[in-house]
């Protein structure tokens, strides 16, 4: 959209030192000052993976309810989340009625050894054998999401100067708190008007929240019910879109780390259109966390742009607000 505060980076660029990599720190900057949110280019994501996901996905959102039923989940779990079970306003204090959406998750797989922690958020996969391809393609998916999100956090290092030189130790101040990170991946599915019926008053695909880890990383479809950003500025505004992006928003967590300075990525993707009555989208998204028991500390003045904030702990952090959102 002409005159978005959502910018365009292109990570080779970044990856190529000098001059170049500082346009692309600034652009950084400015943009997650302004809406949180960034457009990606130069990622390197294998171009076929995210349409056989998706179809692979769809299949899976066709069975019959029964069937999904079986690998049914509450919100933070692992498998299928049903419609009625998220709203994602809640997170923002304001009661609406549940999201009309429906999700499969995986999240990641790498436990510590500690029942109480591993089965909140390491709990093993549920994989439908329905659909058994889908286990591969999620896994292949995640696991290059993975690796990008810990470029982007080097990259977001580097925009607020707190890095050294790419191959430094302390290149990436994040690394010592990712070396287990806690994440969970969530493929959403965007039923029809004609399968959902009238939206209710306030009632969003997803309403309006922000994320509460360190980046989310979205690979989506664009439509009239689609994706929206708040920006101070603008207000809310359709986000841009270019296919041959990734779009990518902090979280809460990173808002905290930054003391303010980036604001996490206000946004909400619009109910079903009734000149649109038959679109049905699917959205791959990312979340990205750190270890379960990193402390964060936010940066002082004049980077950060609030003092006196104290540390806090990832998980419980995290815990606290997906709590908040779930329905009963």
Not at 99 to 126: M, N
Not at 223 to 229: R, S
Not at 305 to 317: A, H, I, Q, Y
Request: glycine share 12%; charged share 20%; hydrophobic share 40%.
């Amino acid at each position: 959209m002409t005159g978005s505060p959502i910018h365009t980076v292109d990570l080779t660029a970044w990856r190529s030192g000098g001059a170049a990599a500082e346009s692309v720190c600034a652009a950084v900057d400015e943009s997650l000052q302004k809406a949180g949110f960034l457009l990606v280019t130069g990622h390197g994501l294998d171009p076929d993976l995210p349409g056989a996901l998706r179809a692979a996905a769809r299949r899976f959102f066709a069975l019959p309810y029964d069937v999904k039923e079986r690998y049914s989940v509450g919100v933070g779990g692992r498998g299928w989340i049903g419609p009625g079970k998220e709203a994602n306003g809640f997170s923002e204090g304001t009661e609406t009625p549940p999201d009309l959406k429906e999700t499969f998750s995986s999240g990641a797989q790498t436990p510590v050894g500690i029942p109480e922690v591993d089965d909140f958020w390491f709990a093993p996969d549920v994989w439908p054998t329905e659909v058994p391809e889908l286990r591969e393609l999620f896994t292949a998916w995640t696991s290059q999401m993975k690796r990008l999100s810990d470029d982007l956090l080097e990259l977001m290092a580097a925009a607020l100067g707190l890095g050294g030189s790419a191959d430094a130790v302390d290149a990436n101040p994040f690394r010592g708190l990712a070396s287990n990170p806690t994440w969970t991946s969530n493929i959403n599915h965007y039923p029809p008007l004609h399968d959902v019926g009238a939206p209710e008053p306030g009632q969003f695909r997803i309403g309006p929240h922000t994320d509460f880890g360190t980046v989310t990383i979205l690979d989506r479809e664009p439509g009239a019910g689609g994706l929206q950003v708040y920006s101070d500025d603008g207000g809310w505004a359709d986000a841009p879109w270019d296919p041959e992006a990734l779009t990518v928003n902090i979280g809460d967590i990173l808002e905290y780390w930054s003391a303010g300075r980036w604001p996490a990525g206000r946004h909400r993707v619009l109910p079903p259109q009734p000149d649109a009555p038959a679109e049905d989208l699917v959205s791959l998204i990312y979340f990205y966390e750190l270890d379960h028991d990193a402390t964060v500390v936010p940066v002082s003045p004049p980077i950060g742009r609030r003092s006196g904030l104290p540390p806090v702990v990832s998980g419980d952090f995290i815990r606290q607000r997906l709590d908040a959102i779930t329905v009963g």
